[in-house]
């Protein structure tokens, strides 16, 4: 795998020109993309995205660039609907497994019309990009195929793409080079 600062430069370059931003991806497929690191290098990451993003908010491109972090996704819908604190204790009660089986329900993360979607659809303006971030840390509240065969079904007008920590090779998603995804062919690796 090349260098990821080399790897992440050529993303920035191609998500720039204007064929990215077409409304369909290679061979008329969904442009979603997945952008696939070692997790090792989770704040690299970050950082670069957050600077793209402040680069993007000075204007200057022909593109809008809305990066939606899931994790924080997540938590501000517990948070609104006062449902933090029943969590932790539910958490604690029956344990992670059945409260990441609460918080899907609630969210209804498994539907086509799930709070994440509709967030996202009603977030993201025309003429934009948008990244998705925060893969990691929904684990395993929010798996990563579920997100995007959801996204595909409802959201199609702008690119996507996904930052994932692990190994996207086309055919299999593997969360942190260790765990194994439904597999997810919709999706195309960026760089």
Known sequence: MADLNERLDKMEDAIRKPSFRQSSGRANEVNYWIFDYPPDRELEVR??????????????????????????????????????????????KRGLERIGKAVSNSMKINDDDSYIVQYIRDNTPENAIVFLTGVGKCFPVLRSHKVLNNLHQAFVRVPVVMFFPGIYNEQELILFGEIKDDNYYRAFKLV
């Open 47 to 92: 950082e670069r995205v957050r600077c793209m993003q402040n680069r993007n908010a000075r204007g200057g491109e022909e593109f809008e660039l809305k990066v939606f972090d899931l994790y924080d996704i997540i938590i501000d819908f517990l948070d609104k609907n006062n449902f933090l604190e029943e969590c932790y204790k539910f958490e604690k």
